[in-house]
């Protein structure tokens, strides 16, 4: 039986781990975290996904888990845009990666609380080295493991070399209690900054969207850092940002990175091969997630058809190239640079937003 190490159980890892074990292959998923790994912020699952989970039979678990937001609200206009097609689905990323586990667990052997530290990628097979587990061999390893995957560090080279700094950053924290909109994410605009708040599933979570330079992570890394760059660049922000600020000052688990984009030009060497945001990652647009499932979909239906990585990315690139190109408008619009810019948004924010 064919072995396949699988490095993260997100999204698109426990995704690839259930369509692998209904082909006959034996999926392991390694995970950093204690347990199954995501953050609240909410996501989509909707386009190239909504297939992949109708075959998987999680349609009503994702809706149950779906989030109260049916507009979009921009604060200071009369803008409210409806949200959802009736189709696609918001749920936290946490929901949604919870419910991913829980369809793989039973056929897929997970290793949490470890990590990738070699991969030494041959002919017959790729030999692993962990941070906990004893070494072991495998005919395929999967880098699921995110925009700053170990995996694609390990068989591709540095981090640097891939991921290309948007020119944004974006922080979120969960406000806890009952949201003052219970049904609208309200968009709060100023020259280079966003505040978006969402009332996920009736308890609200804020996030910061806002330009800057691209800096070294290590200068960011640390959460009193994070702090103090978010409540520096929002210190003269009105509406209720204050009171935000005073959340982030406050708060043990403040997500802060910076918006960017993973671009290579192959997912995949001999034996070792990328999905989702390690080979794509499109923050900031709201697919990342769709575009994970449907990208571990396929790769799961290239391996068990015997076409390979190749196959695999060739047809994925036709959903992410053209999600990647539209970084720079997505961004335009959350983020306009200038107050004529957020004008001439919210003038046509009914047909754009």
Avoid at 38 to 60: E, H, I, Q, Y
Avoid at 140 to 159: K, M, N, Q, W
Avoid at 192 to 221: D, K, M, N, Q, T
Avoid at 226 to 250: C, F, M, N, S
Wanted: proline share 6%.
């Amino acid at each position: 039986m064919t072995s396949v190490l699988i490095s993260g159980a997100g999204v698109a890892g426990p995704t690839l781990a259930y369509w692998l074990a209904r082909s006959g292959f034996r999926p392991t998923v390694v995970e950093r975290s204690a347990g199954p790994r995501s953050s609240g912020n909410p996501v989509d699952v909707r386009g190239p996904a909504l297939p992949v989970a109708t075959k998987m039979g999680l349609l009503p678990e994702l809706r149950k888990h779906a989030t109260h937001a049916t507009g979009m609200r921009v604060v200071g206009t009369r803008i409210r845009v409806p949200l959802g097609d009736g189709e696609e689905i918001e749920l936290t990323r946490t929901d949604l990666a919870a419910v991913l586990y829980r369809a793989a667990e039973h056929d897929a052997e997970f290793l949490f609380d470890d990590t990738i530290t070699a991969l030494h990628d041959d002919a017959g097979g790729v030999e692993v080295s962990f941070e906990r587990t004893a070494p072991r061999r495998f005919d395929y390893v999967i880098g699921a493991d995110g925009l700053h995957s170990t995996v694609r560090r390990l068989a591709f080279g540095p981090e640097e070399r891939f991921v290309h700094h948007a020119g944004l950053y974006v922080a979120t924290v969960a406000l806890g209690g009952t949201p003052a909109e219970p049904h609208d994410v309200m968009l709060y605009n100023l020259p280079r900054r966003l505040v978006a708040l969402h009332p996920a599933r009736g308890e609200a979570g804020a996030a910061f969207i806002f330009r800057g330079p691209a800096l070294p992570s290590s200068e960011y890394r640390d959460l009193d850092r994070q702090k103090h760059i978010v409540t520096t660049v929002y210190r003269d922000a009105g509406w209720r940002v204050p009171a935000l600020l005073e959340q982030v000052r406050q708060t043990t688990d403040l997500y802060f990175d910076a918006v960017s984009a993973v671009r290579l030009p192959r997912w995949s060497t001999q034996r070792v091969a990328l999905v989702g945001d390690a080979a794509s990652c499109v923050s900031l647009l709201g697919d990342g997630s769709s575009l994970a499932m449907a990208g571990a979909y396929t790769l799961a239906r290239a391996l068990a058809e015997g076409h390979g990585f190749a196959a695999y990315e060739a047809e994925h690139r036709k959903l992410t190239t053209p999600k990647q190109q539209r970084i720079a408008l997505g961004a335009g619009l959350l983020v306009p640079k200038t107050r004529l810019g957020i004008a001439l948004r919210n003038t046509a924010g009914r047909f754009i937003l």
